[in-house]
C-alpha cells in the first residue's frame, strides 16, 4: 500500500480562509497579544509567523517583545493589564522562556478565558476532564487532520508517542474524547515496536528525527508526525521515517506540510472562539 498524504497545508489554509470570512462577519476585531522574552531565534521565526498569520485574518494582533533579562514580576505585570484590557481576546506567551522566569507561573497569570494556548490548569483540567474549554493548539490541529482524513476515530487503537503536556498528553484525552482506545507510549515504553504495530493511528510526538520505522506501521494505519527536527546536514524531517512508513500507512502527514501549519491556523481559530465567548 502506498499512502494517501495528508495535506495539512492545504487544510490550514482552508481553515484560516474560513476564520478570515467568520471575522469580516463580526462586530469587532478579535484581539491576540503575543509575549516575546528574550530573542531565540526559532522563537522569533514562530512568533512572526503568528502575527502575520492574524492580520491576514483580519485578528488586531500585536507583539510584545521583551528582553532576556526581563524580571518575572515585569512580565507579570504585563499579563495583568493585557487581563485587564478588553480589546485582548488572546494572550500567548512564547516558549520555552528564560530560565529564572517560572513558566508555570506565568501560564497560571493569564485569564483562562484568553488563554488561546490551552495551557492554562483551567483549561488542561477542563480537557482532563472532557469539559469545554480552550484546547492546545497543535493537538487541536491534529485532530483535524485525523478528520480531514477519514480516520474512523471510535473504537479504534490509537497510540500516542510522547507524553509531553504541550502535544502528547492533551492529544490523547482529545482522541479519548472521541472515543478512540488510547495508548500513551513514552521512553519507559516496553517494546515500542509491538505498541506501534497494534495502531489503527499513530501520533508521534518525541522530537526525536525518524524514530519511528516502516517496520512499527500496521498496513494502513494512519500516522500523524507532529516531529520536527533539523539535521545536522540542514533537512528537516519528522520523528516518522517517512518514506518506510509511507509504504504501509494508509495515509500520513509529510514534515513540512503536516501538522506545522495546523498550529497557527488553530491558534487563530482559539482567538476567534474566545472573542465570541468573551463578547458574544
Ligand atoms: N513554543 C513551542 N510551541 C509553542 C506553543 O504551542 N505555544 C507557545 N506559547 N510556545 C510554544
Known amino acids: ?43 522569533a521565526v514562530y512568533v512572526r509567523s503568528k502575527d502575520r498569520a492574524a492580520k491576514e485574518a483580519g485578528i488586531l494582533a500585536q507583539t510584545i517583545r521583551m528582553p532576556a533579562d526581563t524580571a518575572q514580576a515585569a512580565l507579570l505585570a504585563d499579563i495583568a493589564r493585557l487581563n485587564a484590557d478588553p480589546a485582548v481576546d488572546g494572550i500567548l506567551v512564547q516558549l520555552p522562556l528564560p530560565n529564572h522566569i517560572d513558566a508555570q507561573a506565568v501560564i497560571a497569570a493569564i485569564d483562562p478565558a484568553k488563554d488561546v494556548d490551552g495551557f ?28 480531514h482524513a477519514g480516520a474512523n476515530l471510535s473504537g479504534a487503537r490509537a497510540l500516542v508517542l ?16 472521541a472515543d478512540a482506545t488510547v495508548t500513551i507510549a513514552h521512553s519507559r515504553t516496553r517494546d515500542l515496536a509491538a505498541e506501534c504495530r497494534r495502531a489503527d493511528i499513530l501520533i508521534a510526538a518525541v522530537g526525536r528525527p525518524e524514530m519511528v520505522r516502516g517496520d512499527w506501521i500496521a498496513e494502513g494505519a494512519t500516522v500523524i508526525d507532529v516531529g520536527i527536527n533539523r539535521l545536522a546536514d540542514g533537512r528537516l524531517v519528522g520523528d516518522v521515517a517517512y518514506t518506510e512508513c509511507a509504504a504501509r500507512a494508509g495515509a500520513i502527514t509529510p514534515v513540512p506540510g503536516g501538522v506545522g501549519p495546523m498550529t497557527i491556523a488553530c491558534l487563530l481559530e482559539n482567538t476567534v472562539e474566545a472573542a465570541i465567548a468573551r463578547r458574544g
Not at 507524553?163 to 498528553?169: D, E, F, K, L
Open 1 to 43: 500500500m502506498s499512502a494517501r498524504i495528508i495535506d495539512g497545508k492545504a487544510v490550514a489554509a482552508t481553515l484560516r480562509a474560513e476564520l478570515a470570512a467568520r471575522v469580516a462577519t463580526l462586530p469587532y476585531q478579535p484581539g491576540l497579544t503575543v509575549i516575546l522574552v528574550g530573542d531565540d531565534p526559532a522563537s
Open 120 to 147: 492554562h490548569p483551567i483549561n488542561v483540567g477542563a480537557l482532563a476532564g472532557g469539559q469545554p474549554g480552550l484546547v492546545p493548539c497543535t493537538p487541536a490541529g491534529v485532530m483535524k487532520l485525523l478528520r
Open 162 to 177: 510522547g507524553r509531553s503536556a504541550i502535544v502528547g498528553r492533551p492529544v490523547a484525552a482529545l482522541l479519548l474524547a
